[in-house]
């Protein structure tokens, strides 16, 4: 039987196609609670923390729950929370209708390129569906959120990374195996997830995610890399590449 060919990537979305979380959904959350007259305030330091729990809705819950033993929570507190989210994801919207979050190094070029080579592109991500796609708009414009077969995001599956579900829909709804794939992640909740998929993973950390554990990814790098500005390594093997482009990912998905 012949090996199974690269057909398409799966990419996740904050931290990895931009660095969304510390400015962007932490800013948002920030404003959200001020609307809401609660007095929470999310430092970088402490959103670090509360990152660990993937979910903006089951993030604000954990908060509750180990950082704020006064509350006095609602009675309704699903309700409570939800609208609380709802209000984050507006201001979220806004910040990035704004152009306040650029995609990271790399991303516009490798998509092109993964295109112009005819590979298949999905999302999987934790984050709710009108961010993904507000983002796209934003970066690469409208049309570019068509270049995504499938756009897995959010609660459309029960449970959230590290949990395989969202890239097993994903995978599911583009009718391919795990062999075919090659995924992109920044960290260990969302590589715990796409492994137990069983999808090589290429790993791109940031600055919340750097020390994270990432055994089992095919490469790990600080950033996609530019013509220009390589990446560096931080573990596995690259050869003489200095970015991530079809032969080094064919190379990585072939070994
Ligand atoms: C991303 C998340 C998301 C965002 C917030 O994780 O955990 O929860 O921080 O998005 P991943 P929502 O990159 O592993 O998918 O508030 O819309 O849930
Ligand atoms: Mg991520």
């Known amino acids: 039987m012949s090996a199974p060919k690269l057909k398409a990537f799966i990419f996740d979305v904050d931290g990895t196609l931009a660095d969304t979380e510390r400015d962007g959904h932490r800013v948002a959350f920030n404003r959200a609670f001020a ?18 729990v993937t979910g903006g809705k089951e993030r604000v819950r954990y908060f509750i729950e180990k950082f704020q033993p006064v509350f006095d929570v609602p009675d309704d507190l699903d309700g409570f929370i939800r609208v609380l989210h709802q ?3 507006r201001h979220y919207v ?16 490798l998509l092109n390129e993964a295109r112009s080579a005819g590979l298949r592109l999905g999302i ?10 507000t983002l796209l708009a934003a970066t690469l414009g409208p049309e570019s959120i068509d270049w995504f077969e499938v756009i897995a995001a959010g609660d459309v599956v029960p449970k959230k990374k590290p949990a395989p579900d969202i890239f ?15 995924a992109f992640e920044d960290s260990e909740n969302g590589l715990l997830s796409s492994m137990q998929a069983d999808l090589k993973t290429i790993v791109t950390v940031n600055g919340y995610t750097r020390n994270d554990k990432f055994e089992g990814a ?10 220009g500005s390589a990446f560096t390594v931080i573990s ?14 064919r190379r990585l998905f072939e070994t």
């Open 87 to 89: 209000s984050k994801t």
């Open 35 to 52: 609307d809401a007259k609660l007095d929470w305030s999310w430092d970088v330091e402490t959103y670090g923390v509360l990152l660990k």
């Open 94 to 109: 806004e910040l990035l209708k704004s152009g306040a979050i650029p995609l990271r190094p790399g991303v516009e070029r």
């Open 124 to 133: 999987a991500t934790t984050t709710t569906p009108e961010n993904v796609t």
């Open 168 to 182: 097993l829909y994903a995978l599911r709804k583009m009718h391919l195996s795990s062999a075919e794939c090659m």
């Open 236 to 249: 596995g093997d690259a050869g003489d590449a200095s970015l991530v482009d079809m032969p080094l990912i």
């Open 218 to 227: 095919v490469i790990v790098l600080d950033q996609l890399g530019e013509h």
